[in-house]
Every structure is written in C-alpha cells, then in structure tokens.
C-alpha cells in the first residue's frame, strides 16, 4: 500500500516536470538575424517576435516561422538598347535585405517563408526587380549619359527599383554599376576623340617640356655665356687697372720731379713778385706816402691858416662894427632914457611946483637936445674913421696871421731844398707866402698889406706907385721862376 502511493507520487511528479518542461520548451528566443513569426491565433494574424526577442508558443494550435534578416549581395547583368537604339551591356551590384517595419516583414513572410530556400527566394526575386528597373532606365538614356553620368543611372535605378522591391518587404542598401560595355565597339568610339584628345594633351605636354627645357638650357648656356663675357671683361679690366697702376708707378718719379720744379718755379717767381711788390711798397711807404703826406699837411696847414686868417679879420672887423653900432645905441638909448627921466621929472615938477615955471623945462629941453646931439655927431665920425680903424686893426692882427703863415715851416727840422735856383728859393717861398697874405686881405677888405703899411709912412703915395710895379714885376719874376720841391724832414 506504501509502495504504490509512493510510486503514484513519483508518476504525478514525473508527468508535472515533464509537463513543466515542456512548457519551458515552447518559450522561443528568437536570434538576432532572423525574425519570428507565431501564426494560430483565433484571429488569423501572425505575430512577429523581432530579431533579439522571445515569446511563448502554445503547443499544438501554434507554430513559429523564421524569416532571415541578413544582408544579401546580388550581382546582375543586363543587356539593353539605349535611347537610340545601341545595345549596351551593364553590370550592376546591389545589396538586399527584409525590412524593419512590421508591414515589411509581413509581406516578405507571404512572398518567401515556405519555400525551400528563403534568401535564394529573397535573392532571385530582387535580381529580377533590379534588373527590370536598370533595363527601363537604359531605355531612357543614351550611352554617351550612361558613361558620363554613372551617378544619374545608379540613382535612377535605385529609386525605380526601391518601390517595387518595398511591395516584397525588401529594402536596397547599396546599389553600384560596376561595367558598361557593348558589343560593337560603341562606347571604345566614344572614347577615341578624348584617348585622342589626352594623347593630344600628353604630346603637347610632351613637346612644352621638351621646349621647356630646350629654352631653359639654351637661358642657362646664355647665362653661363654671360657670366663668361662678364669675367673675361673684368679680368680686362682687373689687367687694364693693373697695367695703367704700373704704367703710374712707373712715370711716378718724373712727374713728381717735374710737378716739384714747377712748384719751385712758380714759388720763385711769386717770391720775385712779392719781393717787387714789396719794393714797390716801400718805395710807396717811404718816399711818395711821405712826400704827399707832407705836401697834403702843407696844403691844409696854410689853407687852415689862411681860413684862420679870414675868420679872425672877419671876426674883428664885425666885433668892431657891433661895437661901435651898440655904443651908439647905447648912447642914443640912455640919451632918450634921460630925456624921457628928465621930463618926467620935469613934468613931476611942474605938477608940484608951478612956481619953477616953463624957463626950467626949456633948460632941461635943450639941455637934452645938445647932448644927443653929440652923441649922434660922435656916431658920425666913427662911421667916418671907420675903415682907418680896421685898417689898424687888422696891422695889428698882421704878426699873428704871419705868425700863423711859418708855424709849417718852424716844426721842420731838416729842410731840403731841390730847385734850380739854388738859395734864393727859400726867401721867394716866404715872400710868395707874403704875397698870398697881401691877396687875402684885399679879398677880405679891399685894400693890401703893403697898402696900409703904406699909408702909415711918409710919401706913401710916392711909395705906393714906385713899390706897385717893383711889386708886380717881383711877382711876374716869382711866376716865371723854377718851381721849387720842398722835402721836410719832421722830427720823428
């Protein structure tokens, strides 16, 4: 009895972890590159358990499919006429996979799960996709398009292709034309003009190169030609400086010579010319300087003398004028003062005594009257005697003009006398200097010295007429005689 219940338990226990397993089992953890699909529901929809997931799968109503959601490469080659007609050859490469929507993955499921080999499925039906939609877009562009612009024809193709292939739940990664050929040589002829072109470019190329570099060797030959002519004139004119600084050196010492007696010369002769020049100023210094210095201080000492002379003579003749013209107007002055005194007096008298009476002031009257008589009678005689006194005034004045006339003559201590006449030329200078006084005074008063000394001796009238023509005779003789050089030697 023990024994059976324990082996029941055990039995149960069996079937619970058998069961238990089994539901454990129907717990699906999907991979990464494929994608679940539960169907059996009641509603008739599949549940899709992405790549990475898990879900539980009831057993019997319910069963999971795996859909692959790797990347597919698919090469394809077409054959199409382009635009105008040319078959072209295109090779293409392009990558495929299932898509990540729901949507996507539930038509890739209706399409490909169930067959044999889904990404065969997968791959066979994006080929004939691509390789539909590449033969439409060649149809519509022309060969020369086609090679030119390969961007174009891969874009085209990829977004014709990309909505077919979105009705399967496939998406294009990555779509690449690899080859365009044809069978004609079409597209080699297209290339021929641009070969022929860049072989154009590449022997132009070439040929500027070569001229290049003709040009620049035949710049750097001209150059080193130049730097030649260049070193071959300096060393000319290296050897050029060096001979003409020997040719120099050589003809150093005569010129030298040469260039000092000329020097020597032209000192000696300037030496000869000063030492002239210095006779010459000697000479000057020493006798024609002296010679005119004494002649000129003669001509201004007696021109002096003379001026002297005259101003004084003037002088006193006016001094003895406005003397006697201002003794008689004093006299006149001091008559009418008393007259005029007097008859005021008289007057005051007359007012005061009346006694005193006319008799008086008659008195006084003619008192007056011959005074100034006399005194207008002195005034007279002086107007009279007035040349007389100048006369004696001036023989007054006579030894200081002489006096005046040989001062010259008396600050020589040497006299030389050079005049053909021998001695007696001394005595006509003096009397020649007399003779000039006897002018100035008959210019200054009308009358000559030997006039007034004249007129102050007896038979002056006598005297007068025989002295006048001896006179003028001694001056015709002193006027015809030698002239006479007098040299002074002042005292130093």
Do not use: C, W
């Not at 040469?258 to 210094?285: C, F, N, P, V, Y």
């Not at 008192?367 to 007389?388: I, V």
């Amino acid at each position: 009895m023990g024994v059976s219940v324990i082996g029941l338990i055990a039995v149960v226990a069996i079937i619970v972890l058998a069961a238990v397993a089994y539901l454990f089992s129907r717990i699906v953890v999907v991979p990464s590159n494929l994608t679940g699909l539960i169907s059996g529901s009641n509603r008739g929809t599949v549940k899709i358990v992405h790549p990475g997931g898990r879900d539980f799968v009831l057993p019997i109503i319910q069963t999971i499919q795996y859909l692959p959601f790797t990347q597919t490469t698919i090469g394809f080659k077409v054959t199409a006429e382009d635009e105008n007609k040319i078959n072209v050859n295109v090779a293409a490469v392009a990558a495929v996979k299932v898509g990540d929507s729901d949507e996507q993955v539930r038509a890739a499921a209706k399409r490909f799960l169930g067959k044999p080999n889904t990404d065969q499925a997968i791959a066979d039906s994006a080929r004939e996709a691509l390789i539909g939609s590449l033969r439409s877009i060649i149809g519509h562009m022309t060969v020369t398009d086609l090679i030119s612009d390969r961007d174009a024809l891969q874009r085209n193709v990829f977004d014709d292709a990309k909505s077919i292939m979105a009705n399967m739940g496939l998406e294009i990664d990555m779509l690449q034309v690899s080859e365009i050929t044809d069978a004609g040589g079409y597209i080699e002829s297209l290339g021929v003009p641009e070969q022929q072109r860049v072989e154009k470019d590449a022997r132009i190329a070439r040929a500027n190169a070569e001229r290049e570099a003709r040009d620049a060797e035949v710049t750097s030959r001209q150059q080193i030609a130049e730097r030649e002519r260049d070193l071959s004139l300096r060393q000319a004119q290296l050897k050029a400086e060096t001979d003409k600084a020997q040719a120099d050196a050589d003809s150093a010492g005569p010129i030298a010579r040469a260039a000092k007696e000329r020097e020597i010369a032209i000192i000696g002769q300037e030496a000869a010319e000063a030492k002239a020049a210095l006779t010459e100023r000697e000479l000057d210094s020493t006798v024609r300087k002296p010679a005119d210095a004494a002649r000129y201080q003669r001509e201004q000492e007696a021109q002096a003398s003379k001026t002297e002379a005259l101003l004084r003579a003037q002088a006193d003749a006016e001094r003895t004028r406005l003397d006697a013209e201002a003794q008689a107007q004093a006299t006149v002055a001091r008559a009418e003062a008393e007259a005029k005194a007097t008859a005021a007096r008289a007057r005051a008298e007359a007012e005061a005594i009346a006694a005193r009476g006319q008799a008086e002031a008659d008195t006084i009257r003619a008192a007056g009257e011959a005074e100034a008589k006399a005194m207008s009678d002195k005034a007279d005689a002086l107007a009279k005697y007035g040349e007389a006194a100048t006369r004696q005034m001036l023989l007054d004045k006579a030894p200081e003009i002489a006096r005046a006339l040989s001062e010259p003559l008396a600050s020589v201590r040497d006299l030389s006398i050079i005049s053909t006449e021998g001695a007696s030329a001394l005595p006509k200078a003096v009397a020649n200097n007399v003779e000039q006084l006897d002018l100035i005074l008959r210019s200054l008063v009308g009358t000559g010295l030997t006039d007034m000394v004249g007129s102050h001796l007896p038979g002056s009238d006598a005297s007068a007429d025989h002295a006048g023509p001896a006179n003028h005779a001694d001056r015709d003789n002193q006027d015809d005689a030698a002239p006479v050089v007098v040299v002074e030697h002042p005292e130093h």
